[in-house]
C-alpha cells in the first residue's frame, strides 16, 4: 500500500527550556574566565584566539540566561556542545607547542566526538515521523448559498455564508488529512467547487433553497461505502415539503451543521412555526390534559391563526375531533404559548399533533406542526373495603366511593 509521510517532530525528552544543560553551560563559562585570568592568555598569539572563544561563549551563555525566549532545549543541546566543545579547544590550544597540529587535531576530534556522545546521553534527543495511508475516504461538503445565507447574524458581522467559510478554512488541513473532501453550493441550483478556496468568492444569492435537490445531487457523487456527507445551512428548505421522506432511503450518513441564529432572522421573511409542545406524560381517561404549545412567527405581527390540535393517524390526518384556539401572532424570539385541551377516550397509546395551516408566502411549511405520543391511562381505583362489624359511618362511606367516578367500587365487606 503507498504510504506518504504526514508529520516529523525532534523531541528532547530529558531537558526543558531551564533545565541541567543550562547549569552545565554557566559552569563552563566560569571555568574557562578562570582559565584565561590565572592562564594569563593574552600573553601568547593562540592565547588570543581562546580568549576571542571564551568571550563569545561566556556572552552566549549570558544571554541564554537572562533572555527567556532563548530557553529553548534544541537551543540548549547545540550550546551545551558549543560551550565544553570551546572549553577543550581553550585549553588544547596552550599545549600546541608540545602535540603538534596534527596530535592536537586528533585529540580534538576524538574530545569532540566523546561529548557529542555525552550530551545525546544528557538531552535524550529524538526524531520521529508518522507514515499513514494516503486518505481514500470521501467527505462530500455541501454548502447553502442561497439568499437567507447573505444575512449577517450580528451587526455589521461576516454574513452565514462568510461565517461558513471562515470556520471551515482552519479545517482544511485535517480534513485532506483525513479524507479526500469535495465541496458543493446549492441553492435552487447545484455547483461543484474545484477547490474548498472558492468558497471565499462565493456569493448567497439564490432565489430559494432545494435541500432535497442538492443533497440528492451531491448523493450520487459519493464513491465507496465509507462516503460521508455534510451538509452546512441554516434550515431554511422553502421548496421540499418533506426533506426527511425524500432522503431517508439515502445509504450515506448525512452530517448537519446549523449556521446562523434565530433571533437575526430576516424581518420581511415570512414563517411561523409551532416550535416547541409540553405536553404530560400520560393522560387520564374522561378528562382534560392541558397541552402548551409555543409558536414563533416572523412578519405576521397582528394576523389572527388557528392553532389546531387532534388525534392523527400514521400518515398526519386527523381521526378525532380538532380542538382549536385563536392566536393573534406577535414576533419575537421566545415565541407565544397557546393552551389546547385534549380529552382521551379509551386507554393506550395516541398519536397526536399541533399544528397552524401554512400561510400564503411562508419560506417553508414544514415547521408548522409537531407530533408527538402520549399514554392514557383509565384512573379509577379499585377499593375492597373489610370490616369485622357493622359500622355507623358505612352508609356515608359507601356512598361518597360511588359517588367519585375515579373510583370502582369492588364490594364492602
Not at 437567507?148 to 478554512?169: A, C, E, I, Y
Not at 404549545?293 to 416572523?298: C, E, G, P, R, T
Not at 397557546?338 to 393506550?348: D, F, M, S
Amino acid at each position: 500500500m503507498h504510504r506518504t509521510v504526514f508529520a516529523a517532530t525532534f523531541q528532547i525528552s530529558r531537558q526543558s527550556g531551564w533545565d541541567t544543560w543550562l547549569a552545565l553551560c554557566v559552569a563552563a563559562s566560569l571555568v574557562l574566565i578562570c582559565y584565561a585570568c590565572f592562564g594569563k592568555l593574552w600573553r601568547s598569539k593562540l592565547g588570543w584566539l581562546a580568549l576571542v572563544i571564551i568571550a563569545l561563549i561566556a556572552g552566549g551563555t549570558l544571554s541564554i540566561l537572562f533572555i527567556p525566549a532563548l530557553h529553548n532545549a534544541v537551543l540548549g543541546l547545540i550550546w551545551t556542545f558549543l560551550s565544553l566543545a570551546a572549553l577543550s579547544l581553550a585549553f588544547y590550544l596552550n599545549l600546541v607547542g608540545q602535540l603538534g597540529i596534527v596530535r592536537m587535531v586528533v585529540l580534538l576530534s576524538m574530545r569532540g566526538l566523546a561529548l557529542g556522545l555525552l550530551i545525546l546521553m544528557l538531552f535524550g534527543p529524538a526524531f520521529t515521523y508518522i507514515t499513514r495511508p494516503a486518505p481514500v475516504r470521501p467527505l462530500l461538503v455541501l454548502v447553502d448559498t442561497s439568499g437567507s445565507m447573505s444575512f449577517p447574524d450580528v451587526q455589521n458581522g461576516p454574513t452565514r455564508l462568510q461565517s461558513v467559510w471562515l470556520s471551515l478554512k482552519p479545517l482544511l488541513p485535517r480534513l485532506r488529512e483525513h479524507f479526500v473532501p469535495r465541496f458543493f453550493t446549492f441553492s435552487d441550483g447545484w455547483l461543484e467547487l474545484s477547490r474548498a478556496e472558492e468558497l471565499d468568492n462565493t456569493h448567497a444569492e439564490g432565489k430559494s433553497t432545494d435541500i432535497v435537490q442538492g443533497l440528492s445531487k451531491t448523493l450520487s457523487q459519493a464513491r465507496g461505502k465509507d462516503a460521508a456527507v455534510v451538509l452546512i445551512s441554516d434550515g431554511i428548505d422553502n421548496t421540499s415539503p418533506n426533506v426527511l421522506s425524500q432522503i431517508s432511503d439515502a445509504q450515506v450518513p448525512i452530517h448537519t451543521v446549523l449556521v446562523g441564529s434565530e433571533q437575526a432572522e430576516p424581518s420581511t421573511m415570512i414563517n411561523i412555526a409551532v416550535d416547541s409542545v409540553d405536553s404530560p406524560d400520560d393522560f387520564v381517561v374522561g378528562h382534560d390534559s392541558k397541552i402548551k404549545a409555543n409558536v414563533k412567527s416572523l412578519a405576521l405581527a397582528n394576523r389572527l391563526v388557528d392553532v389546531k390540535l387532534a388525534e392523527v393517524d400514521e400518515g398526519g390526518k386527523p381521526v378525532g375531533p380538532v380542538t382549536m384556539q385563536k392566536l393573534v401572532l406577535q414576533s419575537g424570539s421566545q415565541g407565544q404559548t397557546v393552551e389546547l385541551a385534549y380529552k382521551p377516550t379509551k386507554i393506550g397509546v395516541h398519536r397526536l399533533a399541533v399544528w397552524v395551516d401554512p400561510i400564503a408566502g411562508e419560506r417553508s411549511t414544514i415547521d408548522n406542526r409537531q407530533e408527538f405520543q402520549g399514554l392514557a391511562l383509565d384512573p379509577r381505583i379499585r377499593i375492597l373495603y373489610v370490616e369485622g362489624r357493622l359500622r355507623p359511618e358505612y352508609g356515608p362511606l359507601r356512598l361518597a366511593l360511588r359517588g367519585d367516578s375515579n373510583v370502582e367500587l369492588a364490594t364492602l365487606l
